[in-house]
């Protein structure tokens, strides 16, 4: 590594709690939805639901939640992106660092610490692990990154990488992790992503006519699809599929970690575990590509409860596979990205 780098990396992650302490979980619920882009109600509204309804009804299981996938050396999650942060740092031999949307380290405690450790930074590019463009995930960590910036005004500039959910190095990285479960037995391999409201889908539509207007709106071209996750998950989903020569019937896209009552992008994944036995599916593969590392929603919610809900309905075997975490093509893959964005390469 050069003694005076002018460029840095900063992989930019959700984000967990400190640990699996109630009071600790409460303050990272809080901290997560109060955010206005994850619930986008008036502010008044948002407190007495998060504050008074949500947090104190979900922080004591949340904590056991946690409690049940906790590593030894602490959050799965924030151990991840660490490993991650180290193969990316001996790839590029510049700079590494890890910030969280939520919780720590945030992102003025990672750009205080560039801006000590290196005085002469001219540049640091922002990785959001996030693939997809969601306003409750991608855009939430990058307005939040470029708030932080412009307001602590730190002497170099910050460069973002774009969603990625069709550039060959992250399809190839996705299908290649998922390759080696396909060569085995099994009957479907269901695509679960994180879901988000429909209010969100409309409202992101950016032409104010095209998403869930539009007769098979995901695949009519629009300049909505730079800010539509529905159409960048099911592509992503596509290219995957193909690239592994999965057949059109074996494979499907549905969506989890549903908050509250109103309706979000459908299918629920919830739901098709314990319709999918009955449409002859005995052994499911599922991959869950909105995660590029494993957390709660892929440990918990879909290893514990999902299988247990396909199992509990006639499933016979059921398999998680592991988010890209440290996959050496995903670290190669987050190389390249962001070189090209060091070098003004159109994305």
Request: aromatic share 10%.
């Amino acid at each position: 590594m050069s003694a005076t780098p002018d460029t840095a990396v900063v992989l930019m992650n959700l984000g967990s709690p400190d640990s699996t302490e109630v009071p600790d979980v409460k303050r990272y619920l809080l901290e997560f939805l109060m955010d206005k882009r994850v619930i986008d109600y008036p502010w008044l509204m948002r407190k007495l639901l998060v504050g008074g309804v949500i947090v104190p009804r979900r922080a004591e299981k949340s904590a056991e939640a946690y409690k049940s996938i906790w590593w030894e050396d602490g959050s799965p999650l924030i151990v991840l992106t660490k490993q991650l942060q180290k193969a990316l740092q001996h790839d590029l031999e510049l700079p590494v660092e890890i910030t969280m949307r939520y919780g720590n380290p945030s992102p003025a405690d990672t750009f205080d610490k560039l801006q000590r450790e290196h005085p002469g930074l001219k540049e640091v590019i922002l990785m959001p692990l996030y693939p997809h463009y969601a306003m409750s995930s991608y855009e939430t960590a990058v307005e939040y990154a470029k708030v932080i910036h412009a307001r602590k005004k730190y002497p170099f500039a910050l460069r973002i990488v774009e969603p990625y959910y069709k550039r060959e190095e992250y399809i190839n990285a996705l299908a290649e992790s998922i390759r080696p479960y396909v060569e085995q037995d099994y009957d479907h391999l269901l695509f679960s992503y994180h879901g988000v409201p429909v209010r969100h889908i409309r409202k992101g539509d950016i032409t104010g006519g095209h998403c869930l207007k539009v007769n098979d709106c995901c695949h009519v071209d629009s300049k909505a699809h730079t800010q539509c996750y529905r159409h960048q998950v099911i592509i992503t989903s596509e290219l995957v599929a193909e690239r592994l020569g999965i057949p059109r019937s074996k494979w499907s896209v549905s969506f989890q970690s549903r908050l509250g009552r109103e309706e979000w992008i459908k299918p629920y994944t919830a739901e098709r575990f314990e319709m999918l036995p009955a449409e002859g599916v005995k052994k499911l593969l599922v991959a869950c590509p909105a995660f590029v590392s494993d957390c709660l929603e892929t440990l918990e919610e879909i290893a514990v409860e999902g299988k247990h809900s396909f199992i509990s309905s006639g499933g016979d075997s059921f398999t998680m596979i592991p988010c890209l975490n440290t996959h050496p093509l995903w670290v190669k893959a987050i190389a390249t990205l962001c070189k090209e964005e060091m070098a003004g390469v159109p994305a």
